[in-house]
């Protein structure tokens, strides 16, 4: 079966700083991926090289069947894309934003149709607002269902619980195990070790650019947990993060 | 996990036609454009205040004639929407993220940017058929119809000028903010310029800068499409001048132009 990602060797190279240093990953049909890593690690440049908002300095990424560097709409065609960081135009309102990325995608949307959609994220009576006026997890379920609006086999979520209460993260897991049921890929990054055990099928650990580990969460538990480093993480029954803390270190990262 | 899930079969989209993304890309940044009511009022409310405002007065026939009133207030539209209120639109978005979203849709990073020409360049035409008949039909100052015609091109040439010149700026500095005041800054010195350009009370020297300025050649051209001067060598260096401007404050704008603030 062809992976919905393959991603080989890739570099990203800010000046002299080397952001990403020759990272492989795979993401498998219907595979939920989480890309682990203290700030600074490289996922968001990583991210961003698949996303095709930066050139990297050599490797490949290979969309399905596309070469996303050979064919960049192409492959972008074939994304769903939500950023750390979303903003939409201003001065436009919900359901006019649906109609633009709709249509940046080839999907045609009737008023009625836009309505129900935003009926399914509970957005159904703020439809004239505009992105601003919505409350974290509105937006964040917003941004979701723009990434999602032209139906991609693939999706690639930055951080997209960051800021969101208990529920809405909650609810944003449920979302995301849908996407699977749909059969999308999923690759997120994440800080949450909480989110990454219940949501992702394997897990990748990054750190200075490069792929320390990759594995099931139970996986690299089992084969951590028996490291010195990882027990004096532990308090107690080894969890995921303290196989992080252990390979990545202690010391705060800006 | 993926055991026991059936996985619907999937298969690769077609990236839509530029043609399709411009189209759609158009729609929104014009509603955008039509929201935005302080750019409204700087395209067209202060253009129209100043054509009636310079010929209230018993001097202000020494501020110049009918055509020198019309191409001040096309001028002053000009760089409202060319170069103030597009480049601090541009470095919003580019603040907020906005044309980081875009990017990543299949549409070419080249028609995000058309659109929003594009969109000015209407705003431009609107202001100006505004401009000549509020002109016409409240102030009295009417131009033969040929005149009309070669009045509007040359003020979308101007539009190219002044929107170079907001590309260049938002090229060249980062911030919104910084953008911002260095805007207001600029108002003063795009518009000024073009004042003087017919008048050496400041000495000639000034009148010289002023004359070859980007707002005197448009006062030039201008003065000439309104037939208030004859076409000349002076009009020909005007066009050749403005030509030049909008290539290289657009080489400057676009070489430098940076998709995220930081």
Known sequence: MTPALRVTGLRVTYGPVVAVDGIDLEVREGEIYGLL???GAGKTSALSAIEGLLRPASGDIVIGEIDARAHPLQAKAQLGVQLQATSF??????????????????????SSQIRELLGEINLQNEVSKRFRELS?????????????????ALVLLDEPTAGLDPQGRRQLWDRIERFRKEGRSILLTTHSMEEAQAVCDRVAIMDHGQILTVGTPAALIA???????????????????????ALTGRELRD | MTDGVILPQRRSVAA?????????????????????????????????????????????????????RI????????????????????????????????????????TIMVSRWIVQLGAVLVMAIVVLAVAAVFVGITLPPQDYLFTVLVTLLGSAVFLSIGQAIVGLIASADTL??????????????????????LGTT????????????LETLLSAAMGATAWSGQSWDALFASLGYTVVFAVIGIRWFRWVSQ
């Open chain 2, 206 to 217: 000034v009148e010289l800068v002023s004359r070859w300025s980007p707002g005197g050649c």
């Open chain 1, 89 to 110: 135009h201003s001065s436009l309102t919900l359901v006019e934003i649906v109609r633009l990325y709709a249509g940046l995608y080839g999907v045609t949307l009737s």
């Open chain 2, 71 to 110: 191409s001040l207030a096309l001028t002053v539209g000009l760089v409202s929407i060319g170069t103030v209120g597009y480049s601090l639109a541009i470095a919003r978005d580019r603040d907020t993220g906005v044309f980081q979203r875009l990017r990543v849709t299949p549409a070419p990073t080249w």
């Open chain 1, 136 to 152: 974290g997890g509105q937006q964040q379920r917003f941004s979701l269902l723009i990434a999602t609006i032209h139906d991609p």
């Open chain 2, 16 to 68: 839509p036609t530029w043609s399709s993304s411009l189209k759609v890309l158009l729609r929104a940044d014009s509603t955008a454009q039509l929201r935005t009511s302080q750019s409204l009022l700087l395209a067209f409310a202060l253009p129209l205040i100043l054509l009636v405002a310079t010929g209230l007065g018993k001097n202000s026939a020494a501020l110049g004639g009918p055509a020198f």
């Open chain 1, 37 to 39: 890593g203290p700030n």
């Open chain 1, 223 to 245: 084969a951590h947990s028996d490291d010195p480093k990882v027990r004096q993480a532990a308090h107690g029954e080894v969890t995921l993060e303290d196989v992080f803390i």
């Open chain 2, 180 to 201: 911002n005041a260095a805007g207001r800054l600029l108002y003063v010195p795009l518009i000024g310029l073009s004042v003087f350009g017919n008048t050496d009370r």
